[in-house]
């Protein structure tokens, strides 16, 4: 029986072992001493720290002052920070403060100076014909600028000052110290004297009642 005859294309075909299975094993690695290669590494742009991944840019200086800017670039620098509080004021603060301070001390002692408390003390003092015997005529401050020393609180009821007057012969310094006897109540006088320059102290004021009341008769009349 003669044998079967192949057709020339199975003839002219390269034969193909069925290893395809070989073909998913990875290539088996060698160990070696040289160092590995760097792996690449992911674009700069993807990761979540691209800003640092790049080399950072020289920087522009910053704008002078007065000066103009023309373009925008990202690369410049931001200008330094002005100081919390000024060199100017720095400088002038301290002044600013004395000013204030000695503005509103004056302010309160003139307030205390035109207070009632003060006028009728005046009063008191040139209808007074034991202070006009020391003191002579025309009792007023001792000073151009008076200073009310102590304290007016017609709010709390206390009043407490001292300040120096003067006549036509000598001058002393006058006390007055009052307490208000509860809420609406009256003026209780603690101290009303006058210090003469030599230091004796004259008390106008009489618990007894017998010192001369100068808002009883005030012009003097002898009826």
């Given at each position: 029986?003669?044998?079967?005859?192949?057709?020339?294309?199975?003839?002219?075909?390269?034969?193909?072992?069925?290893?395809?299975?070989?073909?998913?094993?990875?290539?088996?690695?060698?160990?070696?001493?040289?160092?590995?290669?760097?792996?690449?590494?992911?674009?700069?742009?993807?990761?979540?720290?691209?800003?640092?991944?790049?080399?950072?840019?020289?920087?522009?200086?910053?704008?002078?002052?007065?000066?103009?800017?023309?373009?925008?670039k990202p690369n410049r620098e931001l200008p330094p920070l002005p100081p919390f509080i000024p060199k100017q004021v720095q400088r002038t603060f301290p002044i600013f403060v004395l000013v204030?301070?000695?503005?509103?001390?004056?302010?309160?002692?003139?307030?205390?100076?035109?207070?009632?408390?003060?006028?009728?003390?005046?009063?008191?003092?040139?209808?007074?014909?034991?202070?006009?015997?020391?003191?002579?005529?025309?009792?007023?401050?001792?000073?151009?600028?008076?200073?009310?020393?102590?304290?007016?609180?017609?709010?709390?009821?206390?009043?407490?000052?001292?300040?120096?007057?003067?006549?036509?012969?000598?001058?002393?310094?006058?006390v007055l110290r009052c307490k208000r006897r509860g809420r609406g109540g009256y003026y209780v006088?603690?101290?009303?004297?006058?210090?003469?320059?030599?230091?004796?102290?004259?008390?106008?004021?009489?618990?007894?009642?017998?010192?001369?009341?100068?808002?009883?008769?005030?012009?003097?009349?002898?009826?």
């Amino acid at each position: 029986m003669p044998p079967p005859r192949l057709s020339a294309a199975l003839l002219r075909a390269r034969p193909q072992p069925a290893l395809q299975c070989l073909r998913r094993i990875a290539p088996l690695r060698h160990a070696s001493t040289e160092p590995a290669s760097p792996q690449p590494t992911a674009l700069p742009w993807k990761t979540p720290h691209s800003i640092t991944s790049w080399p950072p840019e020289p920087l522009i200086p910053p704008p002078k002052e007065g000066e103009l800017l023309m373009e925008r670039k990202p690369n410049r620098e931001l200008p330094p920070l002005p100081p919390f509080i000024p060199k100017q004021v720095q400088r002038t603060f301290p002044i600013f403060v004395l000013v204030l301070s000695i503005s509103m001390f004056a302010f309160f002692n003139y307030q205390k100076q035109e207070s009632s408390v003060v006028t009728s003390t005046l009063y008191a003092l040139r209808t007074n014909p034991l202070v006009r015997a020391e003191l002579g005529d025309e009792i007023y401050f001792a000073s151009k600028y008076p200073w009310i020393r102590g304290e007016i609180n017609q709010v709390h009821g206390r009043i407490n000052i001292n300040f120096w007057v003067k006549g036509t012969r000598r001058q002393g310094r006058v006390v007055l110290r009052c307490k208000r006897r509860g809420r609406g109540g009256y003026y209780v006088t603690q101290e009303w004297s006058l210090t003469m320059d030599d230091g004796r102290v004259l008390q106008l004021y009489d618990p007894d009642g017998n010192a001369v009341d100068p808002f009883q008769n005030p012009i003097g009349d002898d009826d």
